[in-house]
């Protein structure tokens, strides 16, 4: 692991995100990067709009590359990764449809889906960047306790926590049956990975991803193997750590 930082509010730590993005982009305008949806990203997002708007980000040439989806879930779906992808970043960038990789999960043979996107994500080279936020059960992604290390994209069977979790993401109770997702391996071979945790909540997965033992029942803790991981939290979510 490279940088562990800890910003005074969520703010501070949108910000710092989307330095990260901008400078890979400076470094590589044709950048592959691995962006998560959710309640996290959402100020680095807001933030890269700005900075868009304001002709401090050029998202022109790079690709982007969706983290994961719901099974049978898509764009027109209320709370579907996607679709909150879209809303709270790519829409409002003007993104042009080939620059995007995502998951089709209403796809009948999902393992072939999973195939596509690991040949894709190969042929471009690797990802150059990962963001990512971190699950109440220390999860990456769909990636759920006891998942190997050594996966790429894969169809994920849900823990129970992350059914419970992941209702906030919609209007009313909504069953959720399984996911897919980019791989732990994906995650390791990144070039640069960041990942991103806010408020009190997160404190203690956050704590146990940086200072307990590394293990696939905790796939957080990869962190601490990544030669080049960023964990970049606000003052809440580090209150267990410091
Ligand atoms: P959140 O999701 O950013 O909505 O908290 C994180 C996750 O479950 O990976």
Redesign the pocket.
């Known amino acids: 692991m490279q940088e562990f930082q800890v910003y005074p509010t969520y703010e501070h730590l949108s910000r710092a995100a989307a330095d990260v993005v901008v400078s890979t982009l400076q470094g590589k305008p044709n950048a592959v990067i691995c962006l998560?949806s959710?309640?996290?990203?959402v100020g680095m997002f807001r933030e890269l709009i700005l900075r868009h708007e304001q002709g401090l980000a050029d998202f022109s040439q790079c690709t982007f590359v969706g983290l994961d989806e719901w099974i049978g879930m898509g764009p027109e779906d209320e709370g579907s990764g996607r679709q909150l992808l879209d809303r709270d970043f790519l829409h409002p960038i003007g993104f042009r449809p080939e620059q995007i990789l995502f998951f089709d999960a209403r796809a009948e043979n999902l393992q072939a889906e999973c195939e596509r996107l690991n040949g894709a994500i190969e042929q471009l080279g690797g990802l150059d960047l990962i963001i990512?936020?971190?699950?109440?059960n220390g999860?990456?992604?769909l990636n759920e306790p006891g998942t190997s290390f050594d996966t790429y994209a894969h169809v994920s069977e849900l823990d129970p926590i992350?059914i419970e979790?992941g209702q906030?993401?919609f209007q009313g109770p909504t069953p959720l049956t399984g996911g897919v997702t980019l791989g732990l391996r994906h995650m390791m071979e990144a070039r640069r990975l960041v990942l991103m945790a806010s408020g009190e909540a997160?404190a203690p997965v956050i704590a146990r991803a940086l200072k307990g033992e590394v293990t696939e029942a905790f796939p957080a803790s990869l962190v601490q193997e990544h030669p080049d991981a960023w964990v970049l939290v606000d003052a809440d979510a580090a209150s267990a750590f410091l």
């Open positions: 998560p959710g309640s996290t990203p990512l936020g971190i699950g109440m999860h990456l992604g992350t979790v906030k993401y997160k």
